[in-house]
């Protein structure tokens, strides 16, 4: 555990939620603001752009003023019994009633079946609910009725940070305990198209195969694969990168999607992540699957994005 020997607790590059947030002052205005006025919104941005850090934060805010739910569309799907359980403060041995007004933060909000957001019309329109937050990658929210569509106020974009905002977040991470050389990072930061996440998993494994402590600044080379050619890939792989553009799926729902046997699909999407052209994530029953930022921008050509 490299960090240990620069004074670290913990890995400074952990990739989980983080409070850590830069340069979305104006956005996490605009999301309060917007919760504050009662209203439904939704965030949308590429995976890794800190979404979920900020849904976090935005829970911690506002905890003492409002009974904030968040609720990921990954693990649980159950949005009636999550607030039936948040209905009540365990005190002891007694439940008091939480009168606050109940904030809804849901997460990978494509997971969640349409039916939801009938139950969130109604729950919304029968002042149930005071606000709700939606999040996901894209845009366009294809799980709801029009009647919900409908109610929903705003849509904001997270963008990924620019490249003096990540070498600015990695030196404070790594409290320049570490130091790399700037177009090095710069390197690093292109290849991985400013997904944060992607990053710092690339940085923590240049880390880990070095000896530590380090003194000097590190350089290193990096390799990069230009040419749309280099990856060879079936009709129906692109289908798979084409419906992972933008979100995480698993082979089910891609199954479900193309209509093909789960084997078939989990037949091309073991090739494509041995290929590292994709990254599994671990899932409530099955794993997720989206694309590795470092080929983002070959594929899009490819599927003519």
């Given at each position: 555990?490299?960090?240990?020997?620069?004074?670290?607790?913990?890995n400074?590059?952990?990739?989980?939620?983080?409070?850590?947030?830069?340069?979305?002052?104006?956005i996490?205005?605009?999301?309060?603001d917007?919760?504050?006025?009662?209203?439904?919104?939704?965030?949308?941005g590429?995976v890794?752009?800190?979404?979920?850090?900020?849904?976090?934060?935005?829970?911690?805010?506002?905890?003492?003023?409002?009974?904030?739910?968040?609720?990921?569309?990954?693990?649980?799907?159950?949005i009636e019994?999550?607030?039936?359980?948040?209905?009540?403060?365990?005190?002891?041995?007694?439940?008091?009633k939480?009168k606050?007004?109940?904030?809804?933060?849901?997460?990978?909000?494509?997971?969640?079946?349409?039916?939801?957001?009938?139950?969130?019309?109604?729950?919304?329109?029968?002042r149930?609910?005071?606000?709700?937050m939606?999040?996901?990658?894209?845009?366009?929210?294809?799980?709801?009725?029009?009647?919900?569509?409908?109610?929903?106020?705003e849509?904001?974009?997270?963008?990924?940070?620019?490249?003096?905002?990540?070498?600015?977040l990695?030196?404070?991470?790594?409290?320049?305990?570490?130091?790399?050389?700037?177009?090095?990072?710069?390197?690093?930061?292109?290849?991985?198209?400013?997904?944060?996440?992607?990053?710092?998993?690339?940085?923590?494994?240049?880390?880990?195969?070095?000896?530590?402590?380090?003194?000097?600044?590190?350089?290193g080379?990096?390799?990069?694969?230009?040419?749309?050619?280099?990856?060879?890939?079936?009709?129906?792989?692109?289908?798979?990168?084409e419906?992972?553009?933008?979100?995480?799926l698993?082979?089910?729902?891609?199954?479900?999607?193309?209509?093909?046997?789960?084997?078939?699909?989990?037949?091309?999407?073991?090739?494509?992540?041995?290929?590292?052209?994709?990254?599994?994530?671990e899932?409530?029953?099955?794993?997720?699957?989206?694309?590795?930022?470092q080929?983002?921008?070959?594929i899009?050509?490819?599927?003519?994005?």
């Amino acid at each position: 555990m490299w960090w240990r020997k620069y004074g670290f607790y913990k890995n400074p590059l952990d990739i989980r939620p983080n409070d850590n947030l830069i340069g979305i002052d104006d956005i996490i205005k605009k999301i309060k603001d917007s919760i504050l006025s009662g209203e439904i919104i939704l965030l949308y941005g590429p995976v890794g752009s800190g979404k979920t850090s900020l849904a976090f934060k935005i829970k911690r805010d506002f905890i003492d003023k409002y009974n904030v739910i968040y609720i990921n569309g990954e693990y649980n799907k159950d949005i009636e019994n999550e607030i039936n359980n948040n209905l009540y403060i365990k005190f002891l041995f007694f439940k008091i009633k939480n009168k606050l007004p109940i904030i809804l933060i849901l997460d990978e909000f494509y997971n969640f079946p349409e039916e939801i957001s009938k139950k969130l019309k109604y729950l919304y329109d029968n002042r149930i609910v005071y606000s709700i937050m939606l999040i996901q990658p894209s845009p366009q929210v294809m799980n709801a009725s029009l009647s919900f569509l409908n109610r929903i106020y705003e849509k904001i974009e997270m963008k990924l940070p620019s490249e003096d905002e990540i070498i600015k977040l990695i030196n404070d991470r790594l409290k320049n305990k570490i130091k790399f050389d700037n177009e090095y990072l710069r390197k690093i930061i292109r290849k991985n198209n400013n997904n944060i996440r992607s990053i710092f998993i690339e940085i923590n494994n240049i880390l880990s195969n070095m000896k530590h402590p380090v003194n000097d600044i590190i350089t290193g080379k990096i390799e990069n694969i230009n040419e749309i050619e280099d990856l060879d890939l079936s009709e129906t792989q692109l289908k798979i990168l084409e419906l992972l553009s933008g979100s995480q799926l698993s082979s089910k729902e891609i199954s479900r999607i193309l209509d093909l046997p789960k084997n078939t699909i989990a037949k091309y999407l073991g090739l494509l992540y041995r290929k590292n052209i994709v990254l599994r994530h671990e899932g409530n029953k099955e794993y997720l699957y989206s694309i590795n930022p470092q080929y983002i921008n070959i594929i899009s050509k490819k599927i003519g994005k």
